[in-house]
């Protein structure tokens, strides 16, 4: 009898699968969602649209594109949409790496640059975080200089840690190193900070985007690259047809008629996770990392059992595991304010 074990590819022998716990009764802080419902009218509006289901949607996106341009002043030809971010990871992989070729990371981060770069046969150099917060600029270089490494993913603000690289290292990174850059921006939005305007100046920058995060469209998979026209169509030659459904781009397009009120929750989340930084920051016992996401990093002394307590009491956070240069430690997002509110009374009990 056939085994497919047999036959699977040996790099993929020991990946599992990607896996997220779902407990209906607790407060969900594990996903680095936006916890805030969509504004009064978006929903009305997009259920009452005309879909023709029966069809393949667009497949370019047209007008998803160009409410796209209109947000980020980027043409068109300028702007890839994807099935969420992780297709646009595997994408980038897919056309610029492969058998032979070397992506460059820097852990801690991301888990799935790790796992596209397995799934689409390009090999990983990882070149650790200092302190598991700063930019190795030097050794991303360095590492930048084999000519296997075609690829480096750079992750700002990054996730897990919430750091904020200096603009001027990740300019210098696209500059120098000679390599397709990937510049992945999921929580730019709450940090208030792009690199999108240098995307003219350079050929090898991408710049990936979500509407998971500060736009709440997470359940719909949304997800764009900025880059320039002639990248974007390398890019393209490899994206799958009709990746985008239809209901999820008329999502887009009005999420970005109501940036307005997008703009105003995301103030209000700035503000509920600097209070969460804040008092996580008086408990004794426990180590913070600063943010500039819509989540945050700490480590009590026994993470595991803080994490099981936490659950018991009614809050879902993300256990990191053992994080490369920081160790065991818990990952909590924004949600509504009474949430986090309460979130820090059980922590406190918790750890006391």
């Not at 779902?22 to 504004?39: D, G, H, I, K, Y």
Request: contains cysteine; hydrophobic residues 40%; charged residues 20%.
């Amino acid at each position: 009898m056939t085994n497919p074990q047999t036959l699977l590819r040996p790099a993929l022998r020991s990946l599992k699968a990607y896996e997220s716990k779902s407990l209906p009764n607790c407060v969900r802080m594990e996903a680095n969602e936006n916890p805030f419902p969509w504004p009064e009218g978006m929903r009305n509006e997009l259920f009452q649209g005309d879909f023709q289901l029966n069809r393949y949607p667009d497949g370019q996106a047209s007008l998803l594109k160009k409410a796209l341009a209109q947000y980020t002043g980027m043409e068109q030809s300028g702007i890839l949409t994807g099935n969420g971010s992780d297709e646009l990871i595997q994408l980038i992989l897919s056309s610029f790496g492969g058998e032979g070729k070397k992506v460059i990371l820097h852990p801690p981060t991301f888990s799935m640059y790790q796992v596209a770069s397995k799934v689409t046969g390009t090999g990983f150099v990882e070149v650790p975080l200092l302190q598991g917060v700063t930019l190795d600029v030097e050794g991303i270089l360095r590492a930048a200089q084999r000519p296997e490494a075609s690829v480096i993913i750079l992750c700002n603000p990054n996730n897990p840690t919430g750091s904020l690289f200096p603009r001027e290292d990740l300019i210098r990174v696209v500059r120098e190193s000679g390599k397709i850059v990937a510049l992945d921006e999921a929580y730019g939005e709450f940090a208030g900070e792009s690199l999108a305007d240098q995307i003219t100046n350079y050929p090898n920058l991408l710049v990936m985007k979500t509407f998971s995060k500060a736009f709440a469209l997470a359940g719909l998979r949304l997800g764009y690259l900025l880059g320039q026209p002639e990248t974007i169509e390398l890019l393209n030659r490899a994206r799958s047809p009709f990746n985008v459904n239809a209901f999820t781009q008329r999502a887009g397009v009005l999420a970005l008629k109501y940036v307005e009120d997008f703009r105003q929750q995301t103030r209000i989340i700035q503000r509920e996770i600097e209070n969460l930084y804040l008092g996580i920051k008086e408990i004794s016992g426990v180590t913070v990392w600063s943010t500039r996401a819509n989540f945050v990093l700490f480590q009590p002394a026994q993470p595991n059992q803080v994490y099981e307590a936490l659950i018991q009491k009614g809050f879902l956070v993300r256990n990191m595991g053992n994080l490369p240069m920081i160790g065991d430690a818990l990952r909590a997002s924004v949600s509504l304010p009474e949430d986090n509110e309460r979130f820090l009374t059980v922590l406190r009990e918790i750890v006391s």
